[in-house]
């Protein structure tokens, strides 16, 4: 797949013809597979905008056929499941801002509704016998206290909402508004401004979304209906707790789930979970799996009904969660798959006597299997491809592959990752007259002995007569991993070589996908470790002799623009420097940030703690911003709660006040997610301004 024929470079709207592949599974006879598409469309009622459409689709296993809709463009069909007897799919699409399932029959018709929840539908699931399906939905505190099926007796939580002056939760009043009246009337005044949304209330310790503050609690619950239209659901879980991870046992019988392993304790004191389970048709939960000070995630049951694979990670640490088996025969039996990476996906062999997983390794998503018998896992494939939406038949393995050649396309294989083929072109059709650029695979072995991977891009039409410039490129998290597997950076990544520059990305300390003493390497240590490692790798490259040395950039997101700011105050090697959606002043961060539990496990405190407050202020961009004479752009979306915006305004006026070359640029209502989900015009005006920002002090 190398082999690269085109002749057209990567054009900065190339971005509107990426689409993305996700969803896909198996119907039970494994001859087909449903997945799902997101596309980038036009918006035929906005000039000038975008708009993304999801779309579900079938396409025979054998690829003999080509994939075909099932569901129109314009109603963005998603969550495909299928029916027992592999006759009907149920899948979500909106309807008056709600989702809601809808079933379609594969003999032919339209698709019809089964729910019309108030509070929408989603996650579909058929009772293994096909008569039943089981939903999730989600509602807030204010909308479940008025709730009579899930809190029938209109009561209050039973763990303290935190709110000042009560030693106990208020019951809920009965007194009407009336600003002039009684205090039971005021306050029922008060509280119909905060429906309103006239006012936010806060007694809630996390209460920052990501484009909004939200005062208050969310919750998640199960309802299970007739696969009919029309049917009414039945609630399964009640009150205030968030319930996750619904399954079925395969007869059909149970329904295994995750929630709050304390009922009694605010939720956001405690992240600590336990598995459960319960009747299908009904009833009480039982405690199943329950570890002190863990927060436990379930995943399926095995075919057989022995097994339940399921996830145990620590919270408020630097952690990889462990991947367990519980043995439903032998309760008090767990079985540990020796896997020392972040699991992206679990999934059963249909003879229960394998697990198969993905999981975040050496800058790809490779598929693992493990036998209940033996479980060392074994890697099917190569660290040169990310795989996901992984699922199993008798005879295949079915996934989305992302590699250099081509982010997004469907592919089978047999159980053993071996006779691949792809069932897609959605992407290949148009890359295949692209010319593209091929990372080749470095390593450097820091100063703490560990072997720190990066990769090196020469630009698309490299002339080995020319030199060129080089761009460092940074990952965020800082737990997070980038490699040829790696899908959000591909077109980024293009796109910069197709202009004329080398691009340099490495996994520094703290990175995800090499263990966790790899990725505690940073422990209060963002600043200095991390940039030996990313610098090592520039200079790598600029050894190969290809690259100008005075003509270098550097840019990165979230974490990464906090290092890209590290590096602004602390290097004059850089002709340019630009960081997006940064963090720059550590105790700012905390404050305002809902990442904010960062600080106290990667520095070991709080702000207002003696010992903490120096770590926060020697590891802190901003401590340093006096020493930024590099030219700097600065970017944040408006509405970014994650990486507040504050952060991005503090270190941009203090370099106007010190005159120094820089520009900010906000993008209105950009959230942190705003380069891989947000509005596709102002995705592209990001990519634009870094070139035309760094071209400003590039020659070539």
Excluded at 29 to 35: I, L, P, S, Y
Excluded at 235 to 259: C, E, M, R, W
Excluded at 587 to 607: K, R, S
Excluded at 650 to 666: D, S
Aim: hydrophobic share 35%.
């Amino acid at each position: 797949m190398r082999a690269q024929n085109g002749t057209q470079p990567i054009t900065v709207t190339d971005l509107t013809k990426i689409v993305q592949l996700g969803t896909a599974s198996f119907s039970h006879n494994g001859k087909w597979v449903a997945f799902v598409t997101k596309s980038i469309v036009a918006d035929d009622d906005k000039k000038n905008e975008y708009a993304y459409h999801t779309r579900v689709w079938l396409v025979p296993a054998d690829g003999s056929e080509a994939p075909r809709p099932l569901t129109a463009e314009a109603t963005n069909g998603s969550q495909p499941v299928w029916s027992a007897n592999d006759d009907q799919i149920a899948f979500v699409r909106t309807v008056k801002s709600k989702s809601q399932i809808f079933l379609l029959s594969l003999k032919g018709g339209e698709p019809v509704q089964v729910t019309a929840d108030k509070y929408g539908a989603s996650s579909p699931q058929f009772s293994p016998d096909g008569k039943k399906i089981l939903y999730s939905v989600g509602l807030s505190y204010t909308e479940l206290l008025k709730d009579s099926v899930l809190n029938p007796n209109r009561g209050v939580p039973a763990w303290p909402v935190e709110k000042p002056g009560f030693k106990a939760n208020l019951p809920q009043s009965k007194a009407k508004q009336n600003a002039d009246g009684s205090l039971d009337e005021i306050r029922a005044f008060l509280a119909q401004d905060e429906a309103d949304n006239k006012v936010k209330t806060f007694n809630k310790l996390n209460f920052e979304g990501e484009a909004t503050t939200e005062p208050e609690f969310s919750f998640n619950h199960y309802f299970i209906t007739d696969a009919k239209p029309g049917s009414k659901g039945m609630a399964l879980t009640h009150g205030f707790q968030n319930y996750n991870g619904a399954v079925f046992t395969p007869d059909g019988k149970t329904i295994i789930l995750s929630a709050g392993a304390d009922s009694l304790t605010n939720p956001d004191r405690t992240r600590v979970t336990a598995i459960y389970s319960m009747p299908a048709a009904g009833g009480a939960l039982t405690p199943l799996i329950k570890e002190a000070g863990m927060s436990l995630s379930n995943g399926e049951v095995s075919p057989d009904g022995r097994y339940l694979v399921y996830q145990a990670g620590k919270e408020m640490t630097i952690s990889i969660s462990q991947l367990l088996i519980y043995d439903f025969k032998d309760p008090a039996k767990r079985i540990s798959i020796p896997v020392d990476r972040v699991i992206t996906g679990t999934v059963w062999s249909a003879d229960s006597k394998y697990l198969y997983f993905t999981a975040q390794s050496n800058g790809s998503a490779p598929v693992y299997k493990a036998s209940v018998s033996n479980p060392k896992p074994v890697m099917l494939g190569t660290f040169d491809e990310g795989l996901g939406n992984l699922d199993v038949s008798k005879k295949q393995l079915v996934y989305v592959k992302t590699e250099v050649a081509n982010p997004f396309e469907l592919y089978v294989s047999d159980l053993n990752g071996k006779e691949e083929k792809r069932l897609t072109s959605f992407n290949a059709d148009w890359i295949k007259d692209k010319k593209l650029s091929f990372p080749e695979k470095k390593y450097y072995t820091n100063s703490k002995g560990l072997k720190v991977e990066y990769w090196v891009m020469k630009p698309t039409n490299f002339d080995p007569n020319k030199k060129y410039p080089v761009m460092l490129q940074i990952h965020g998290g800082p737990t997070a991993m980038w490699g040829p597997g790696e899908n959000t950076m591909w077109h980024e990544f293009q796109y910069f070589c197709a202009k004329g520059y080398g691009v340099v990305y490495a996994n520094p300390r703290g990175s995800g996908g090499y263990g966790i003493d790899f990725t505690k390497a940073n422990y209060q240590d963002w600043g200095d470790g991390p940039t030996e490692d990313v610098l090592a790798a520039l200079d790598g490259a600029l050894a190969e002799g290809w690259g100008d040395s005075k003509q270098t950039v550097a840019t990165g997101g979230s974490y990464a623009g906090y290092l890209t700011g590290w590096l602004a105050g602390h290097t004059k090697r850089f002709a340019a420097i630009s960081s997006q959606r940064g963090v720059y002043d550590l105790t700012t961060f905390f404050g305002e940030a809902n990442a904010w539990t960062l600080v106290p496990v990667y520095f070991g405190g709080y702000p207002w703690e003696e010992h903490t407050r120096a770590v926060l202020a020697k590891e802190s961009p901003f401590t340093y911003v006096n020493n930024i004479t590099t030219p700097y752009l600065i970017i944040h979306g408006e509405t970014d709660l994650r990486t507040g915006i504050v952060q991005g305004e503090m270190m941009y006026k203090a370099l106007k006040v010190l005159n120094r070359p820089v520009e900010y640029v906000q993008h209105p209502g950009g959230t942190h997610e705003l380069v891989r989900s947000g509005n596709v015009r102002q995705r592209i005006d990001q990519m634009l301004r870094i070139y035309e920002f760094f071209e400003r002090y590039i020659t070539h």
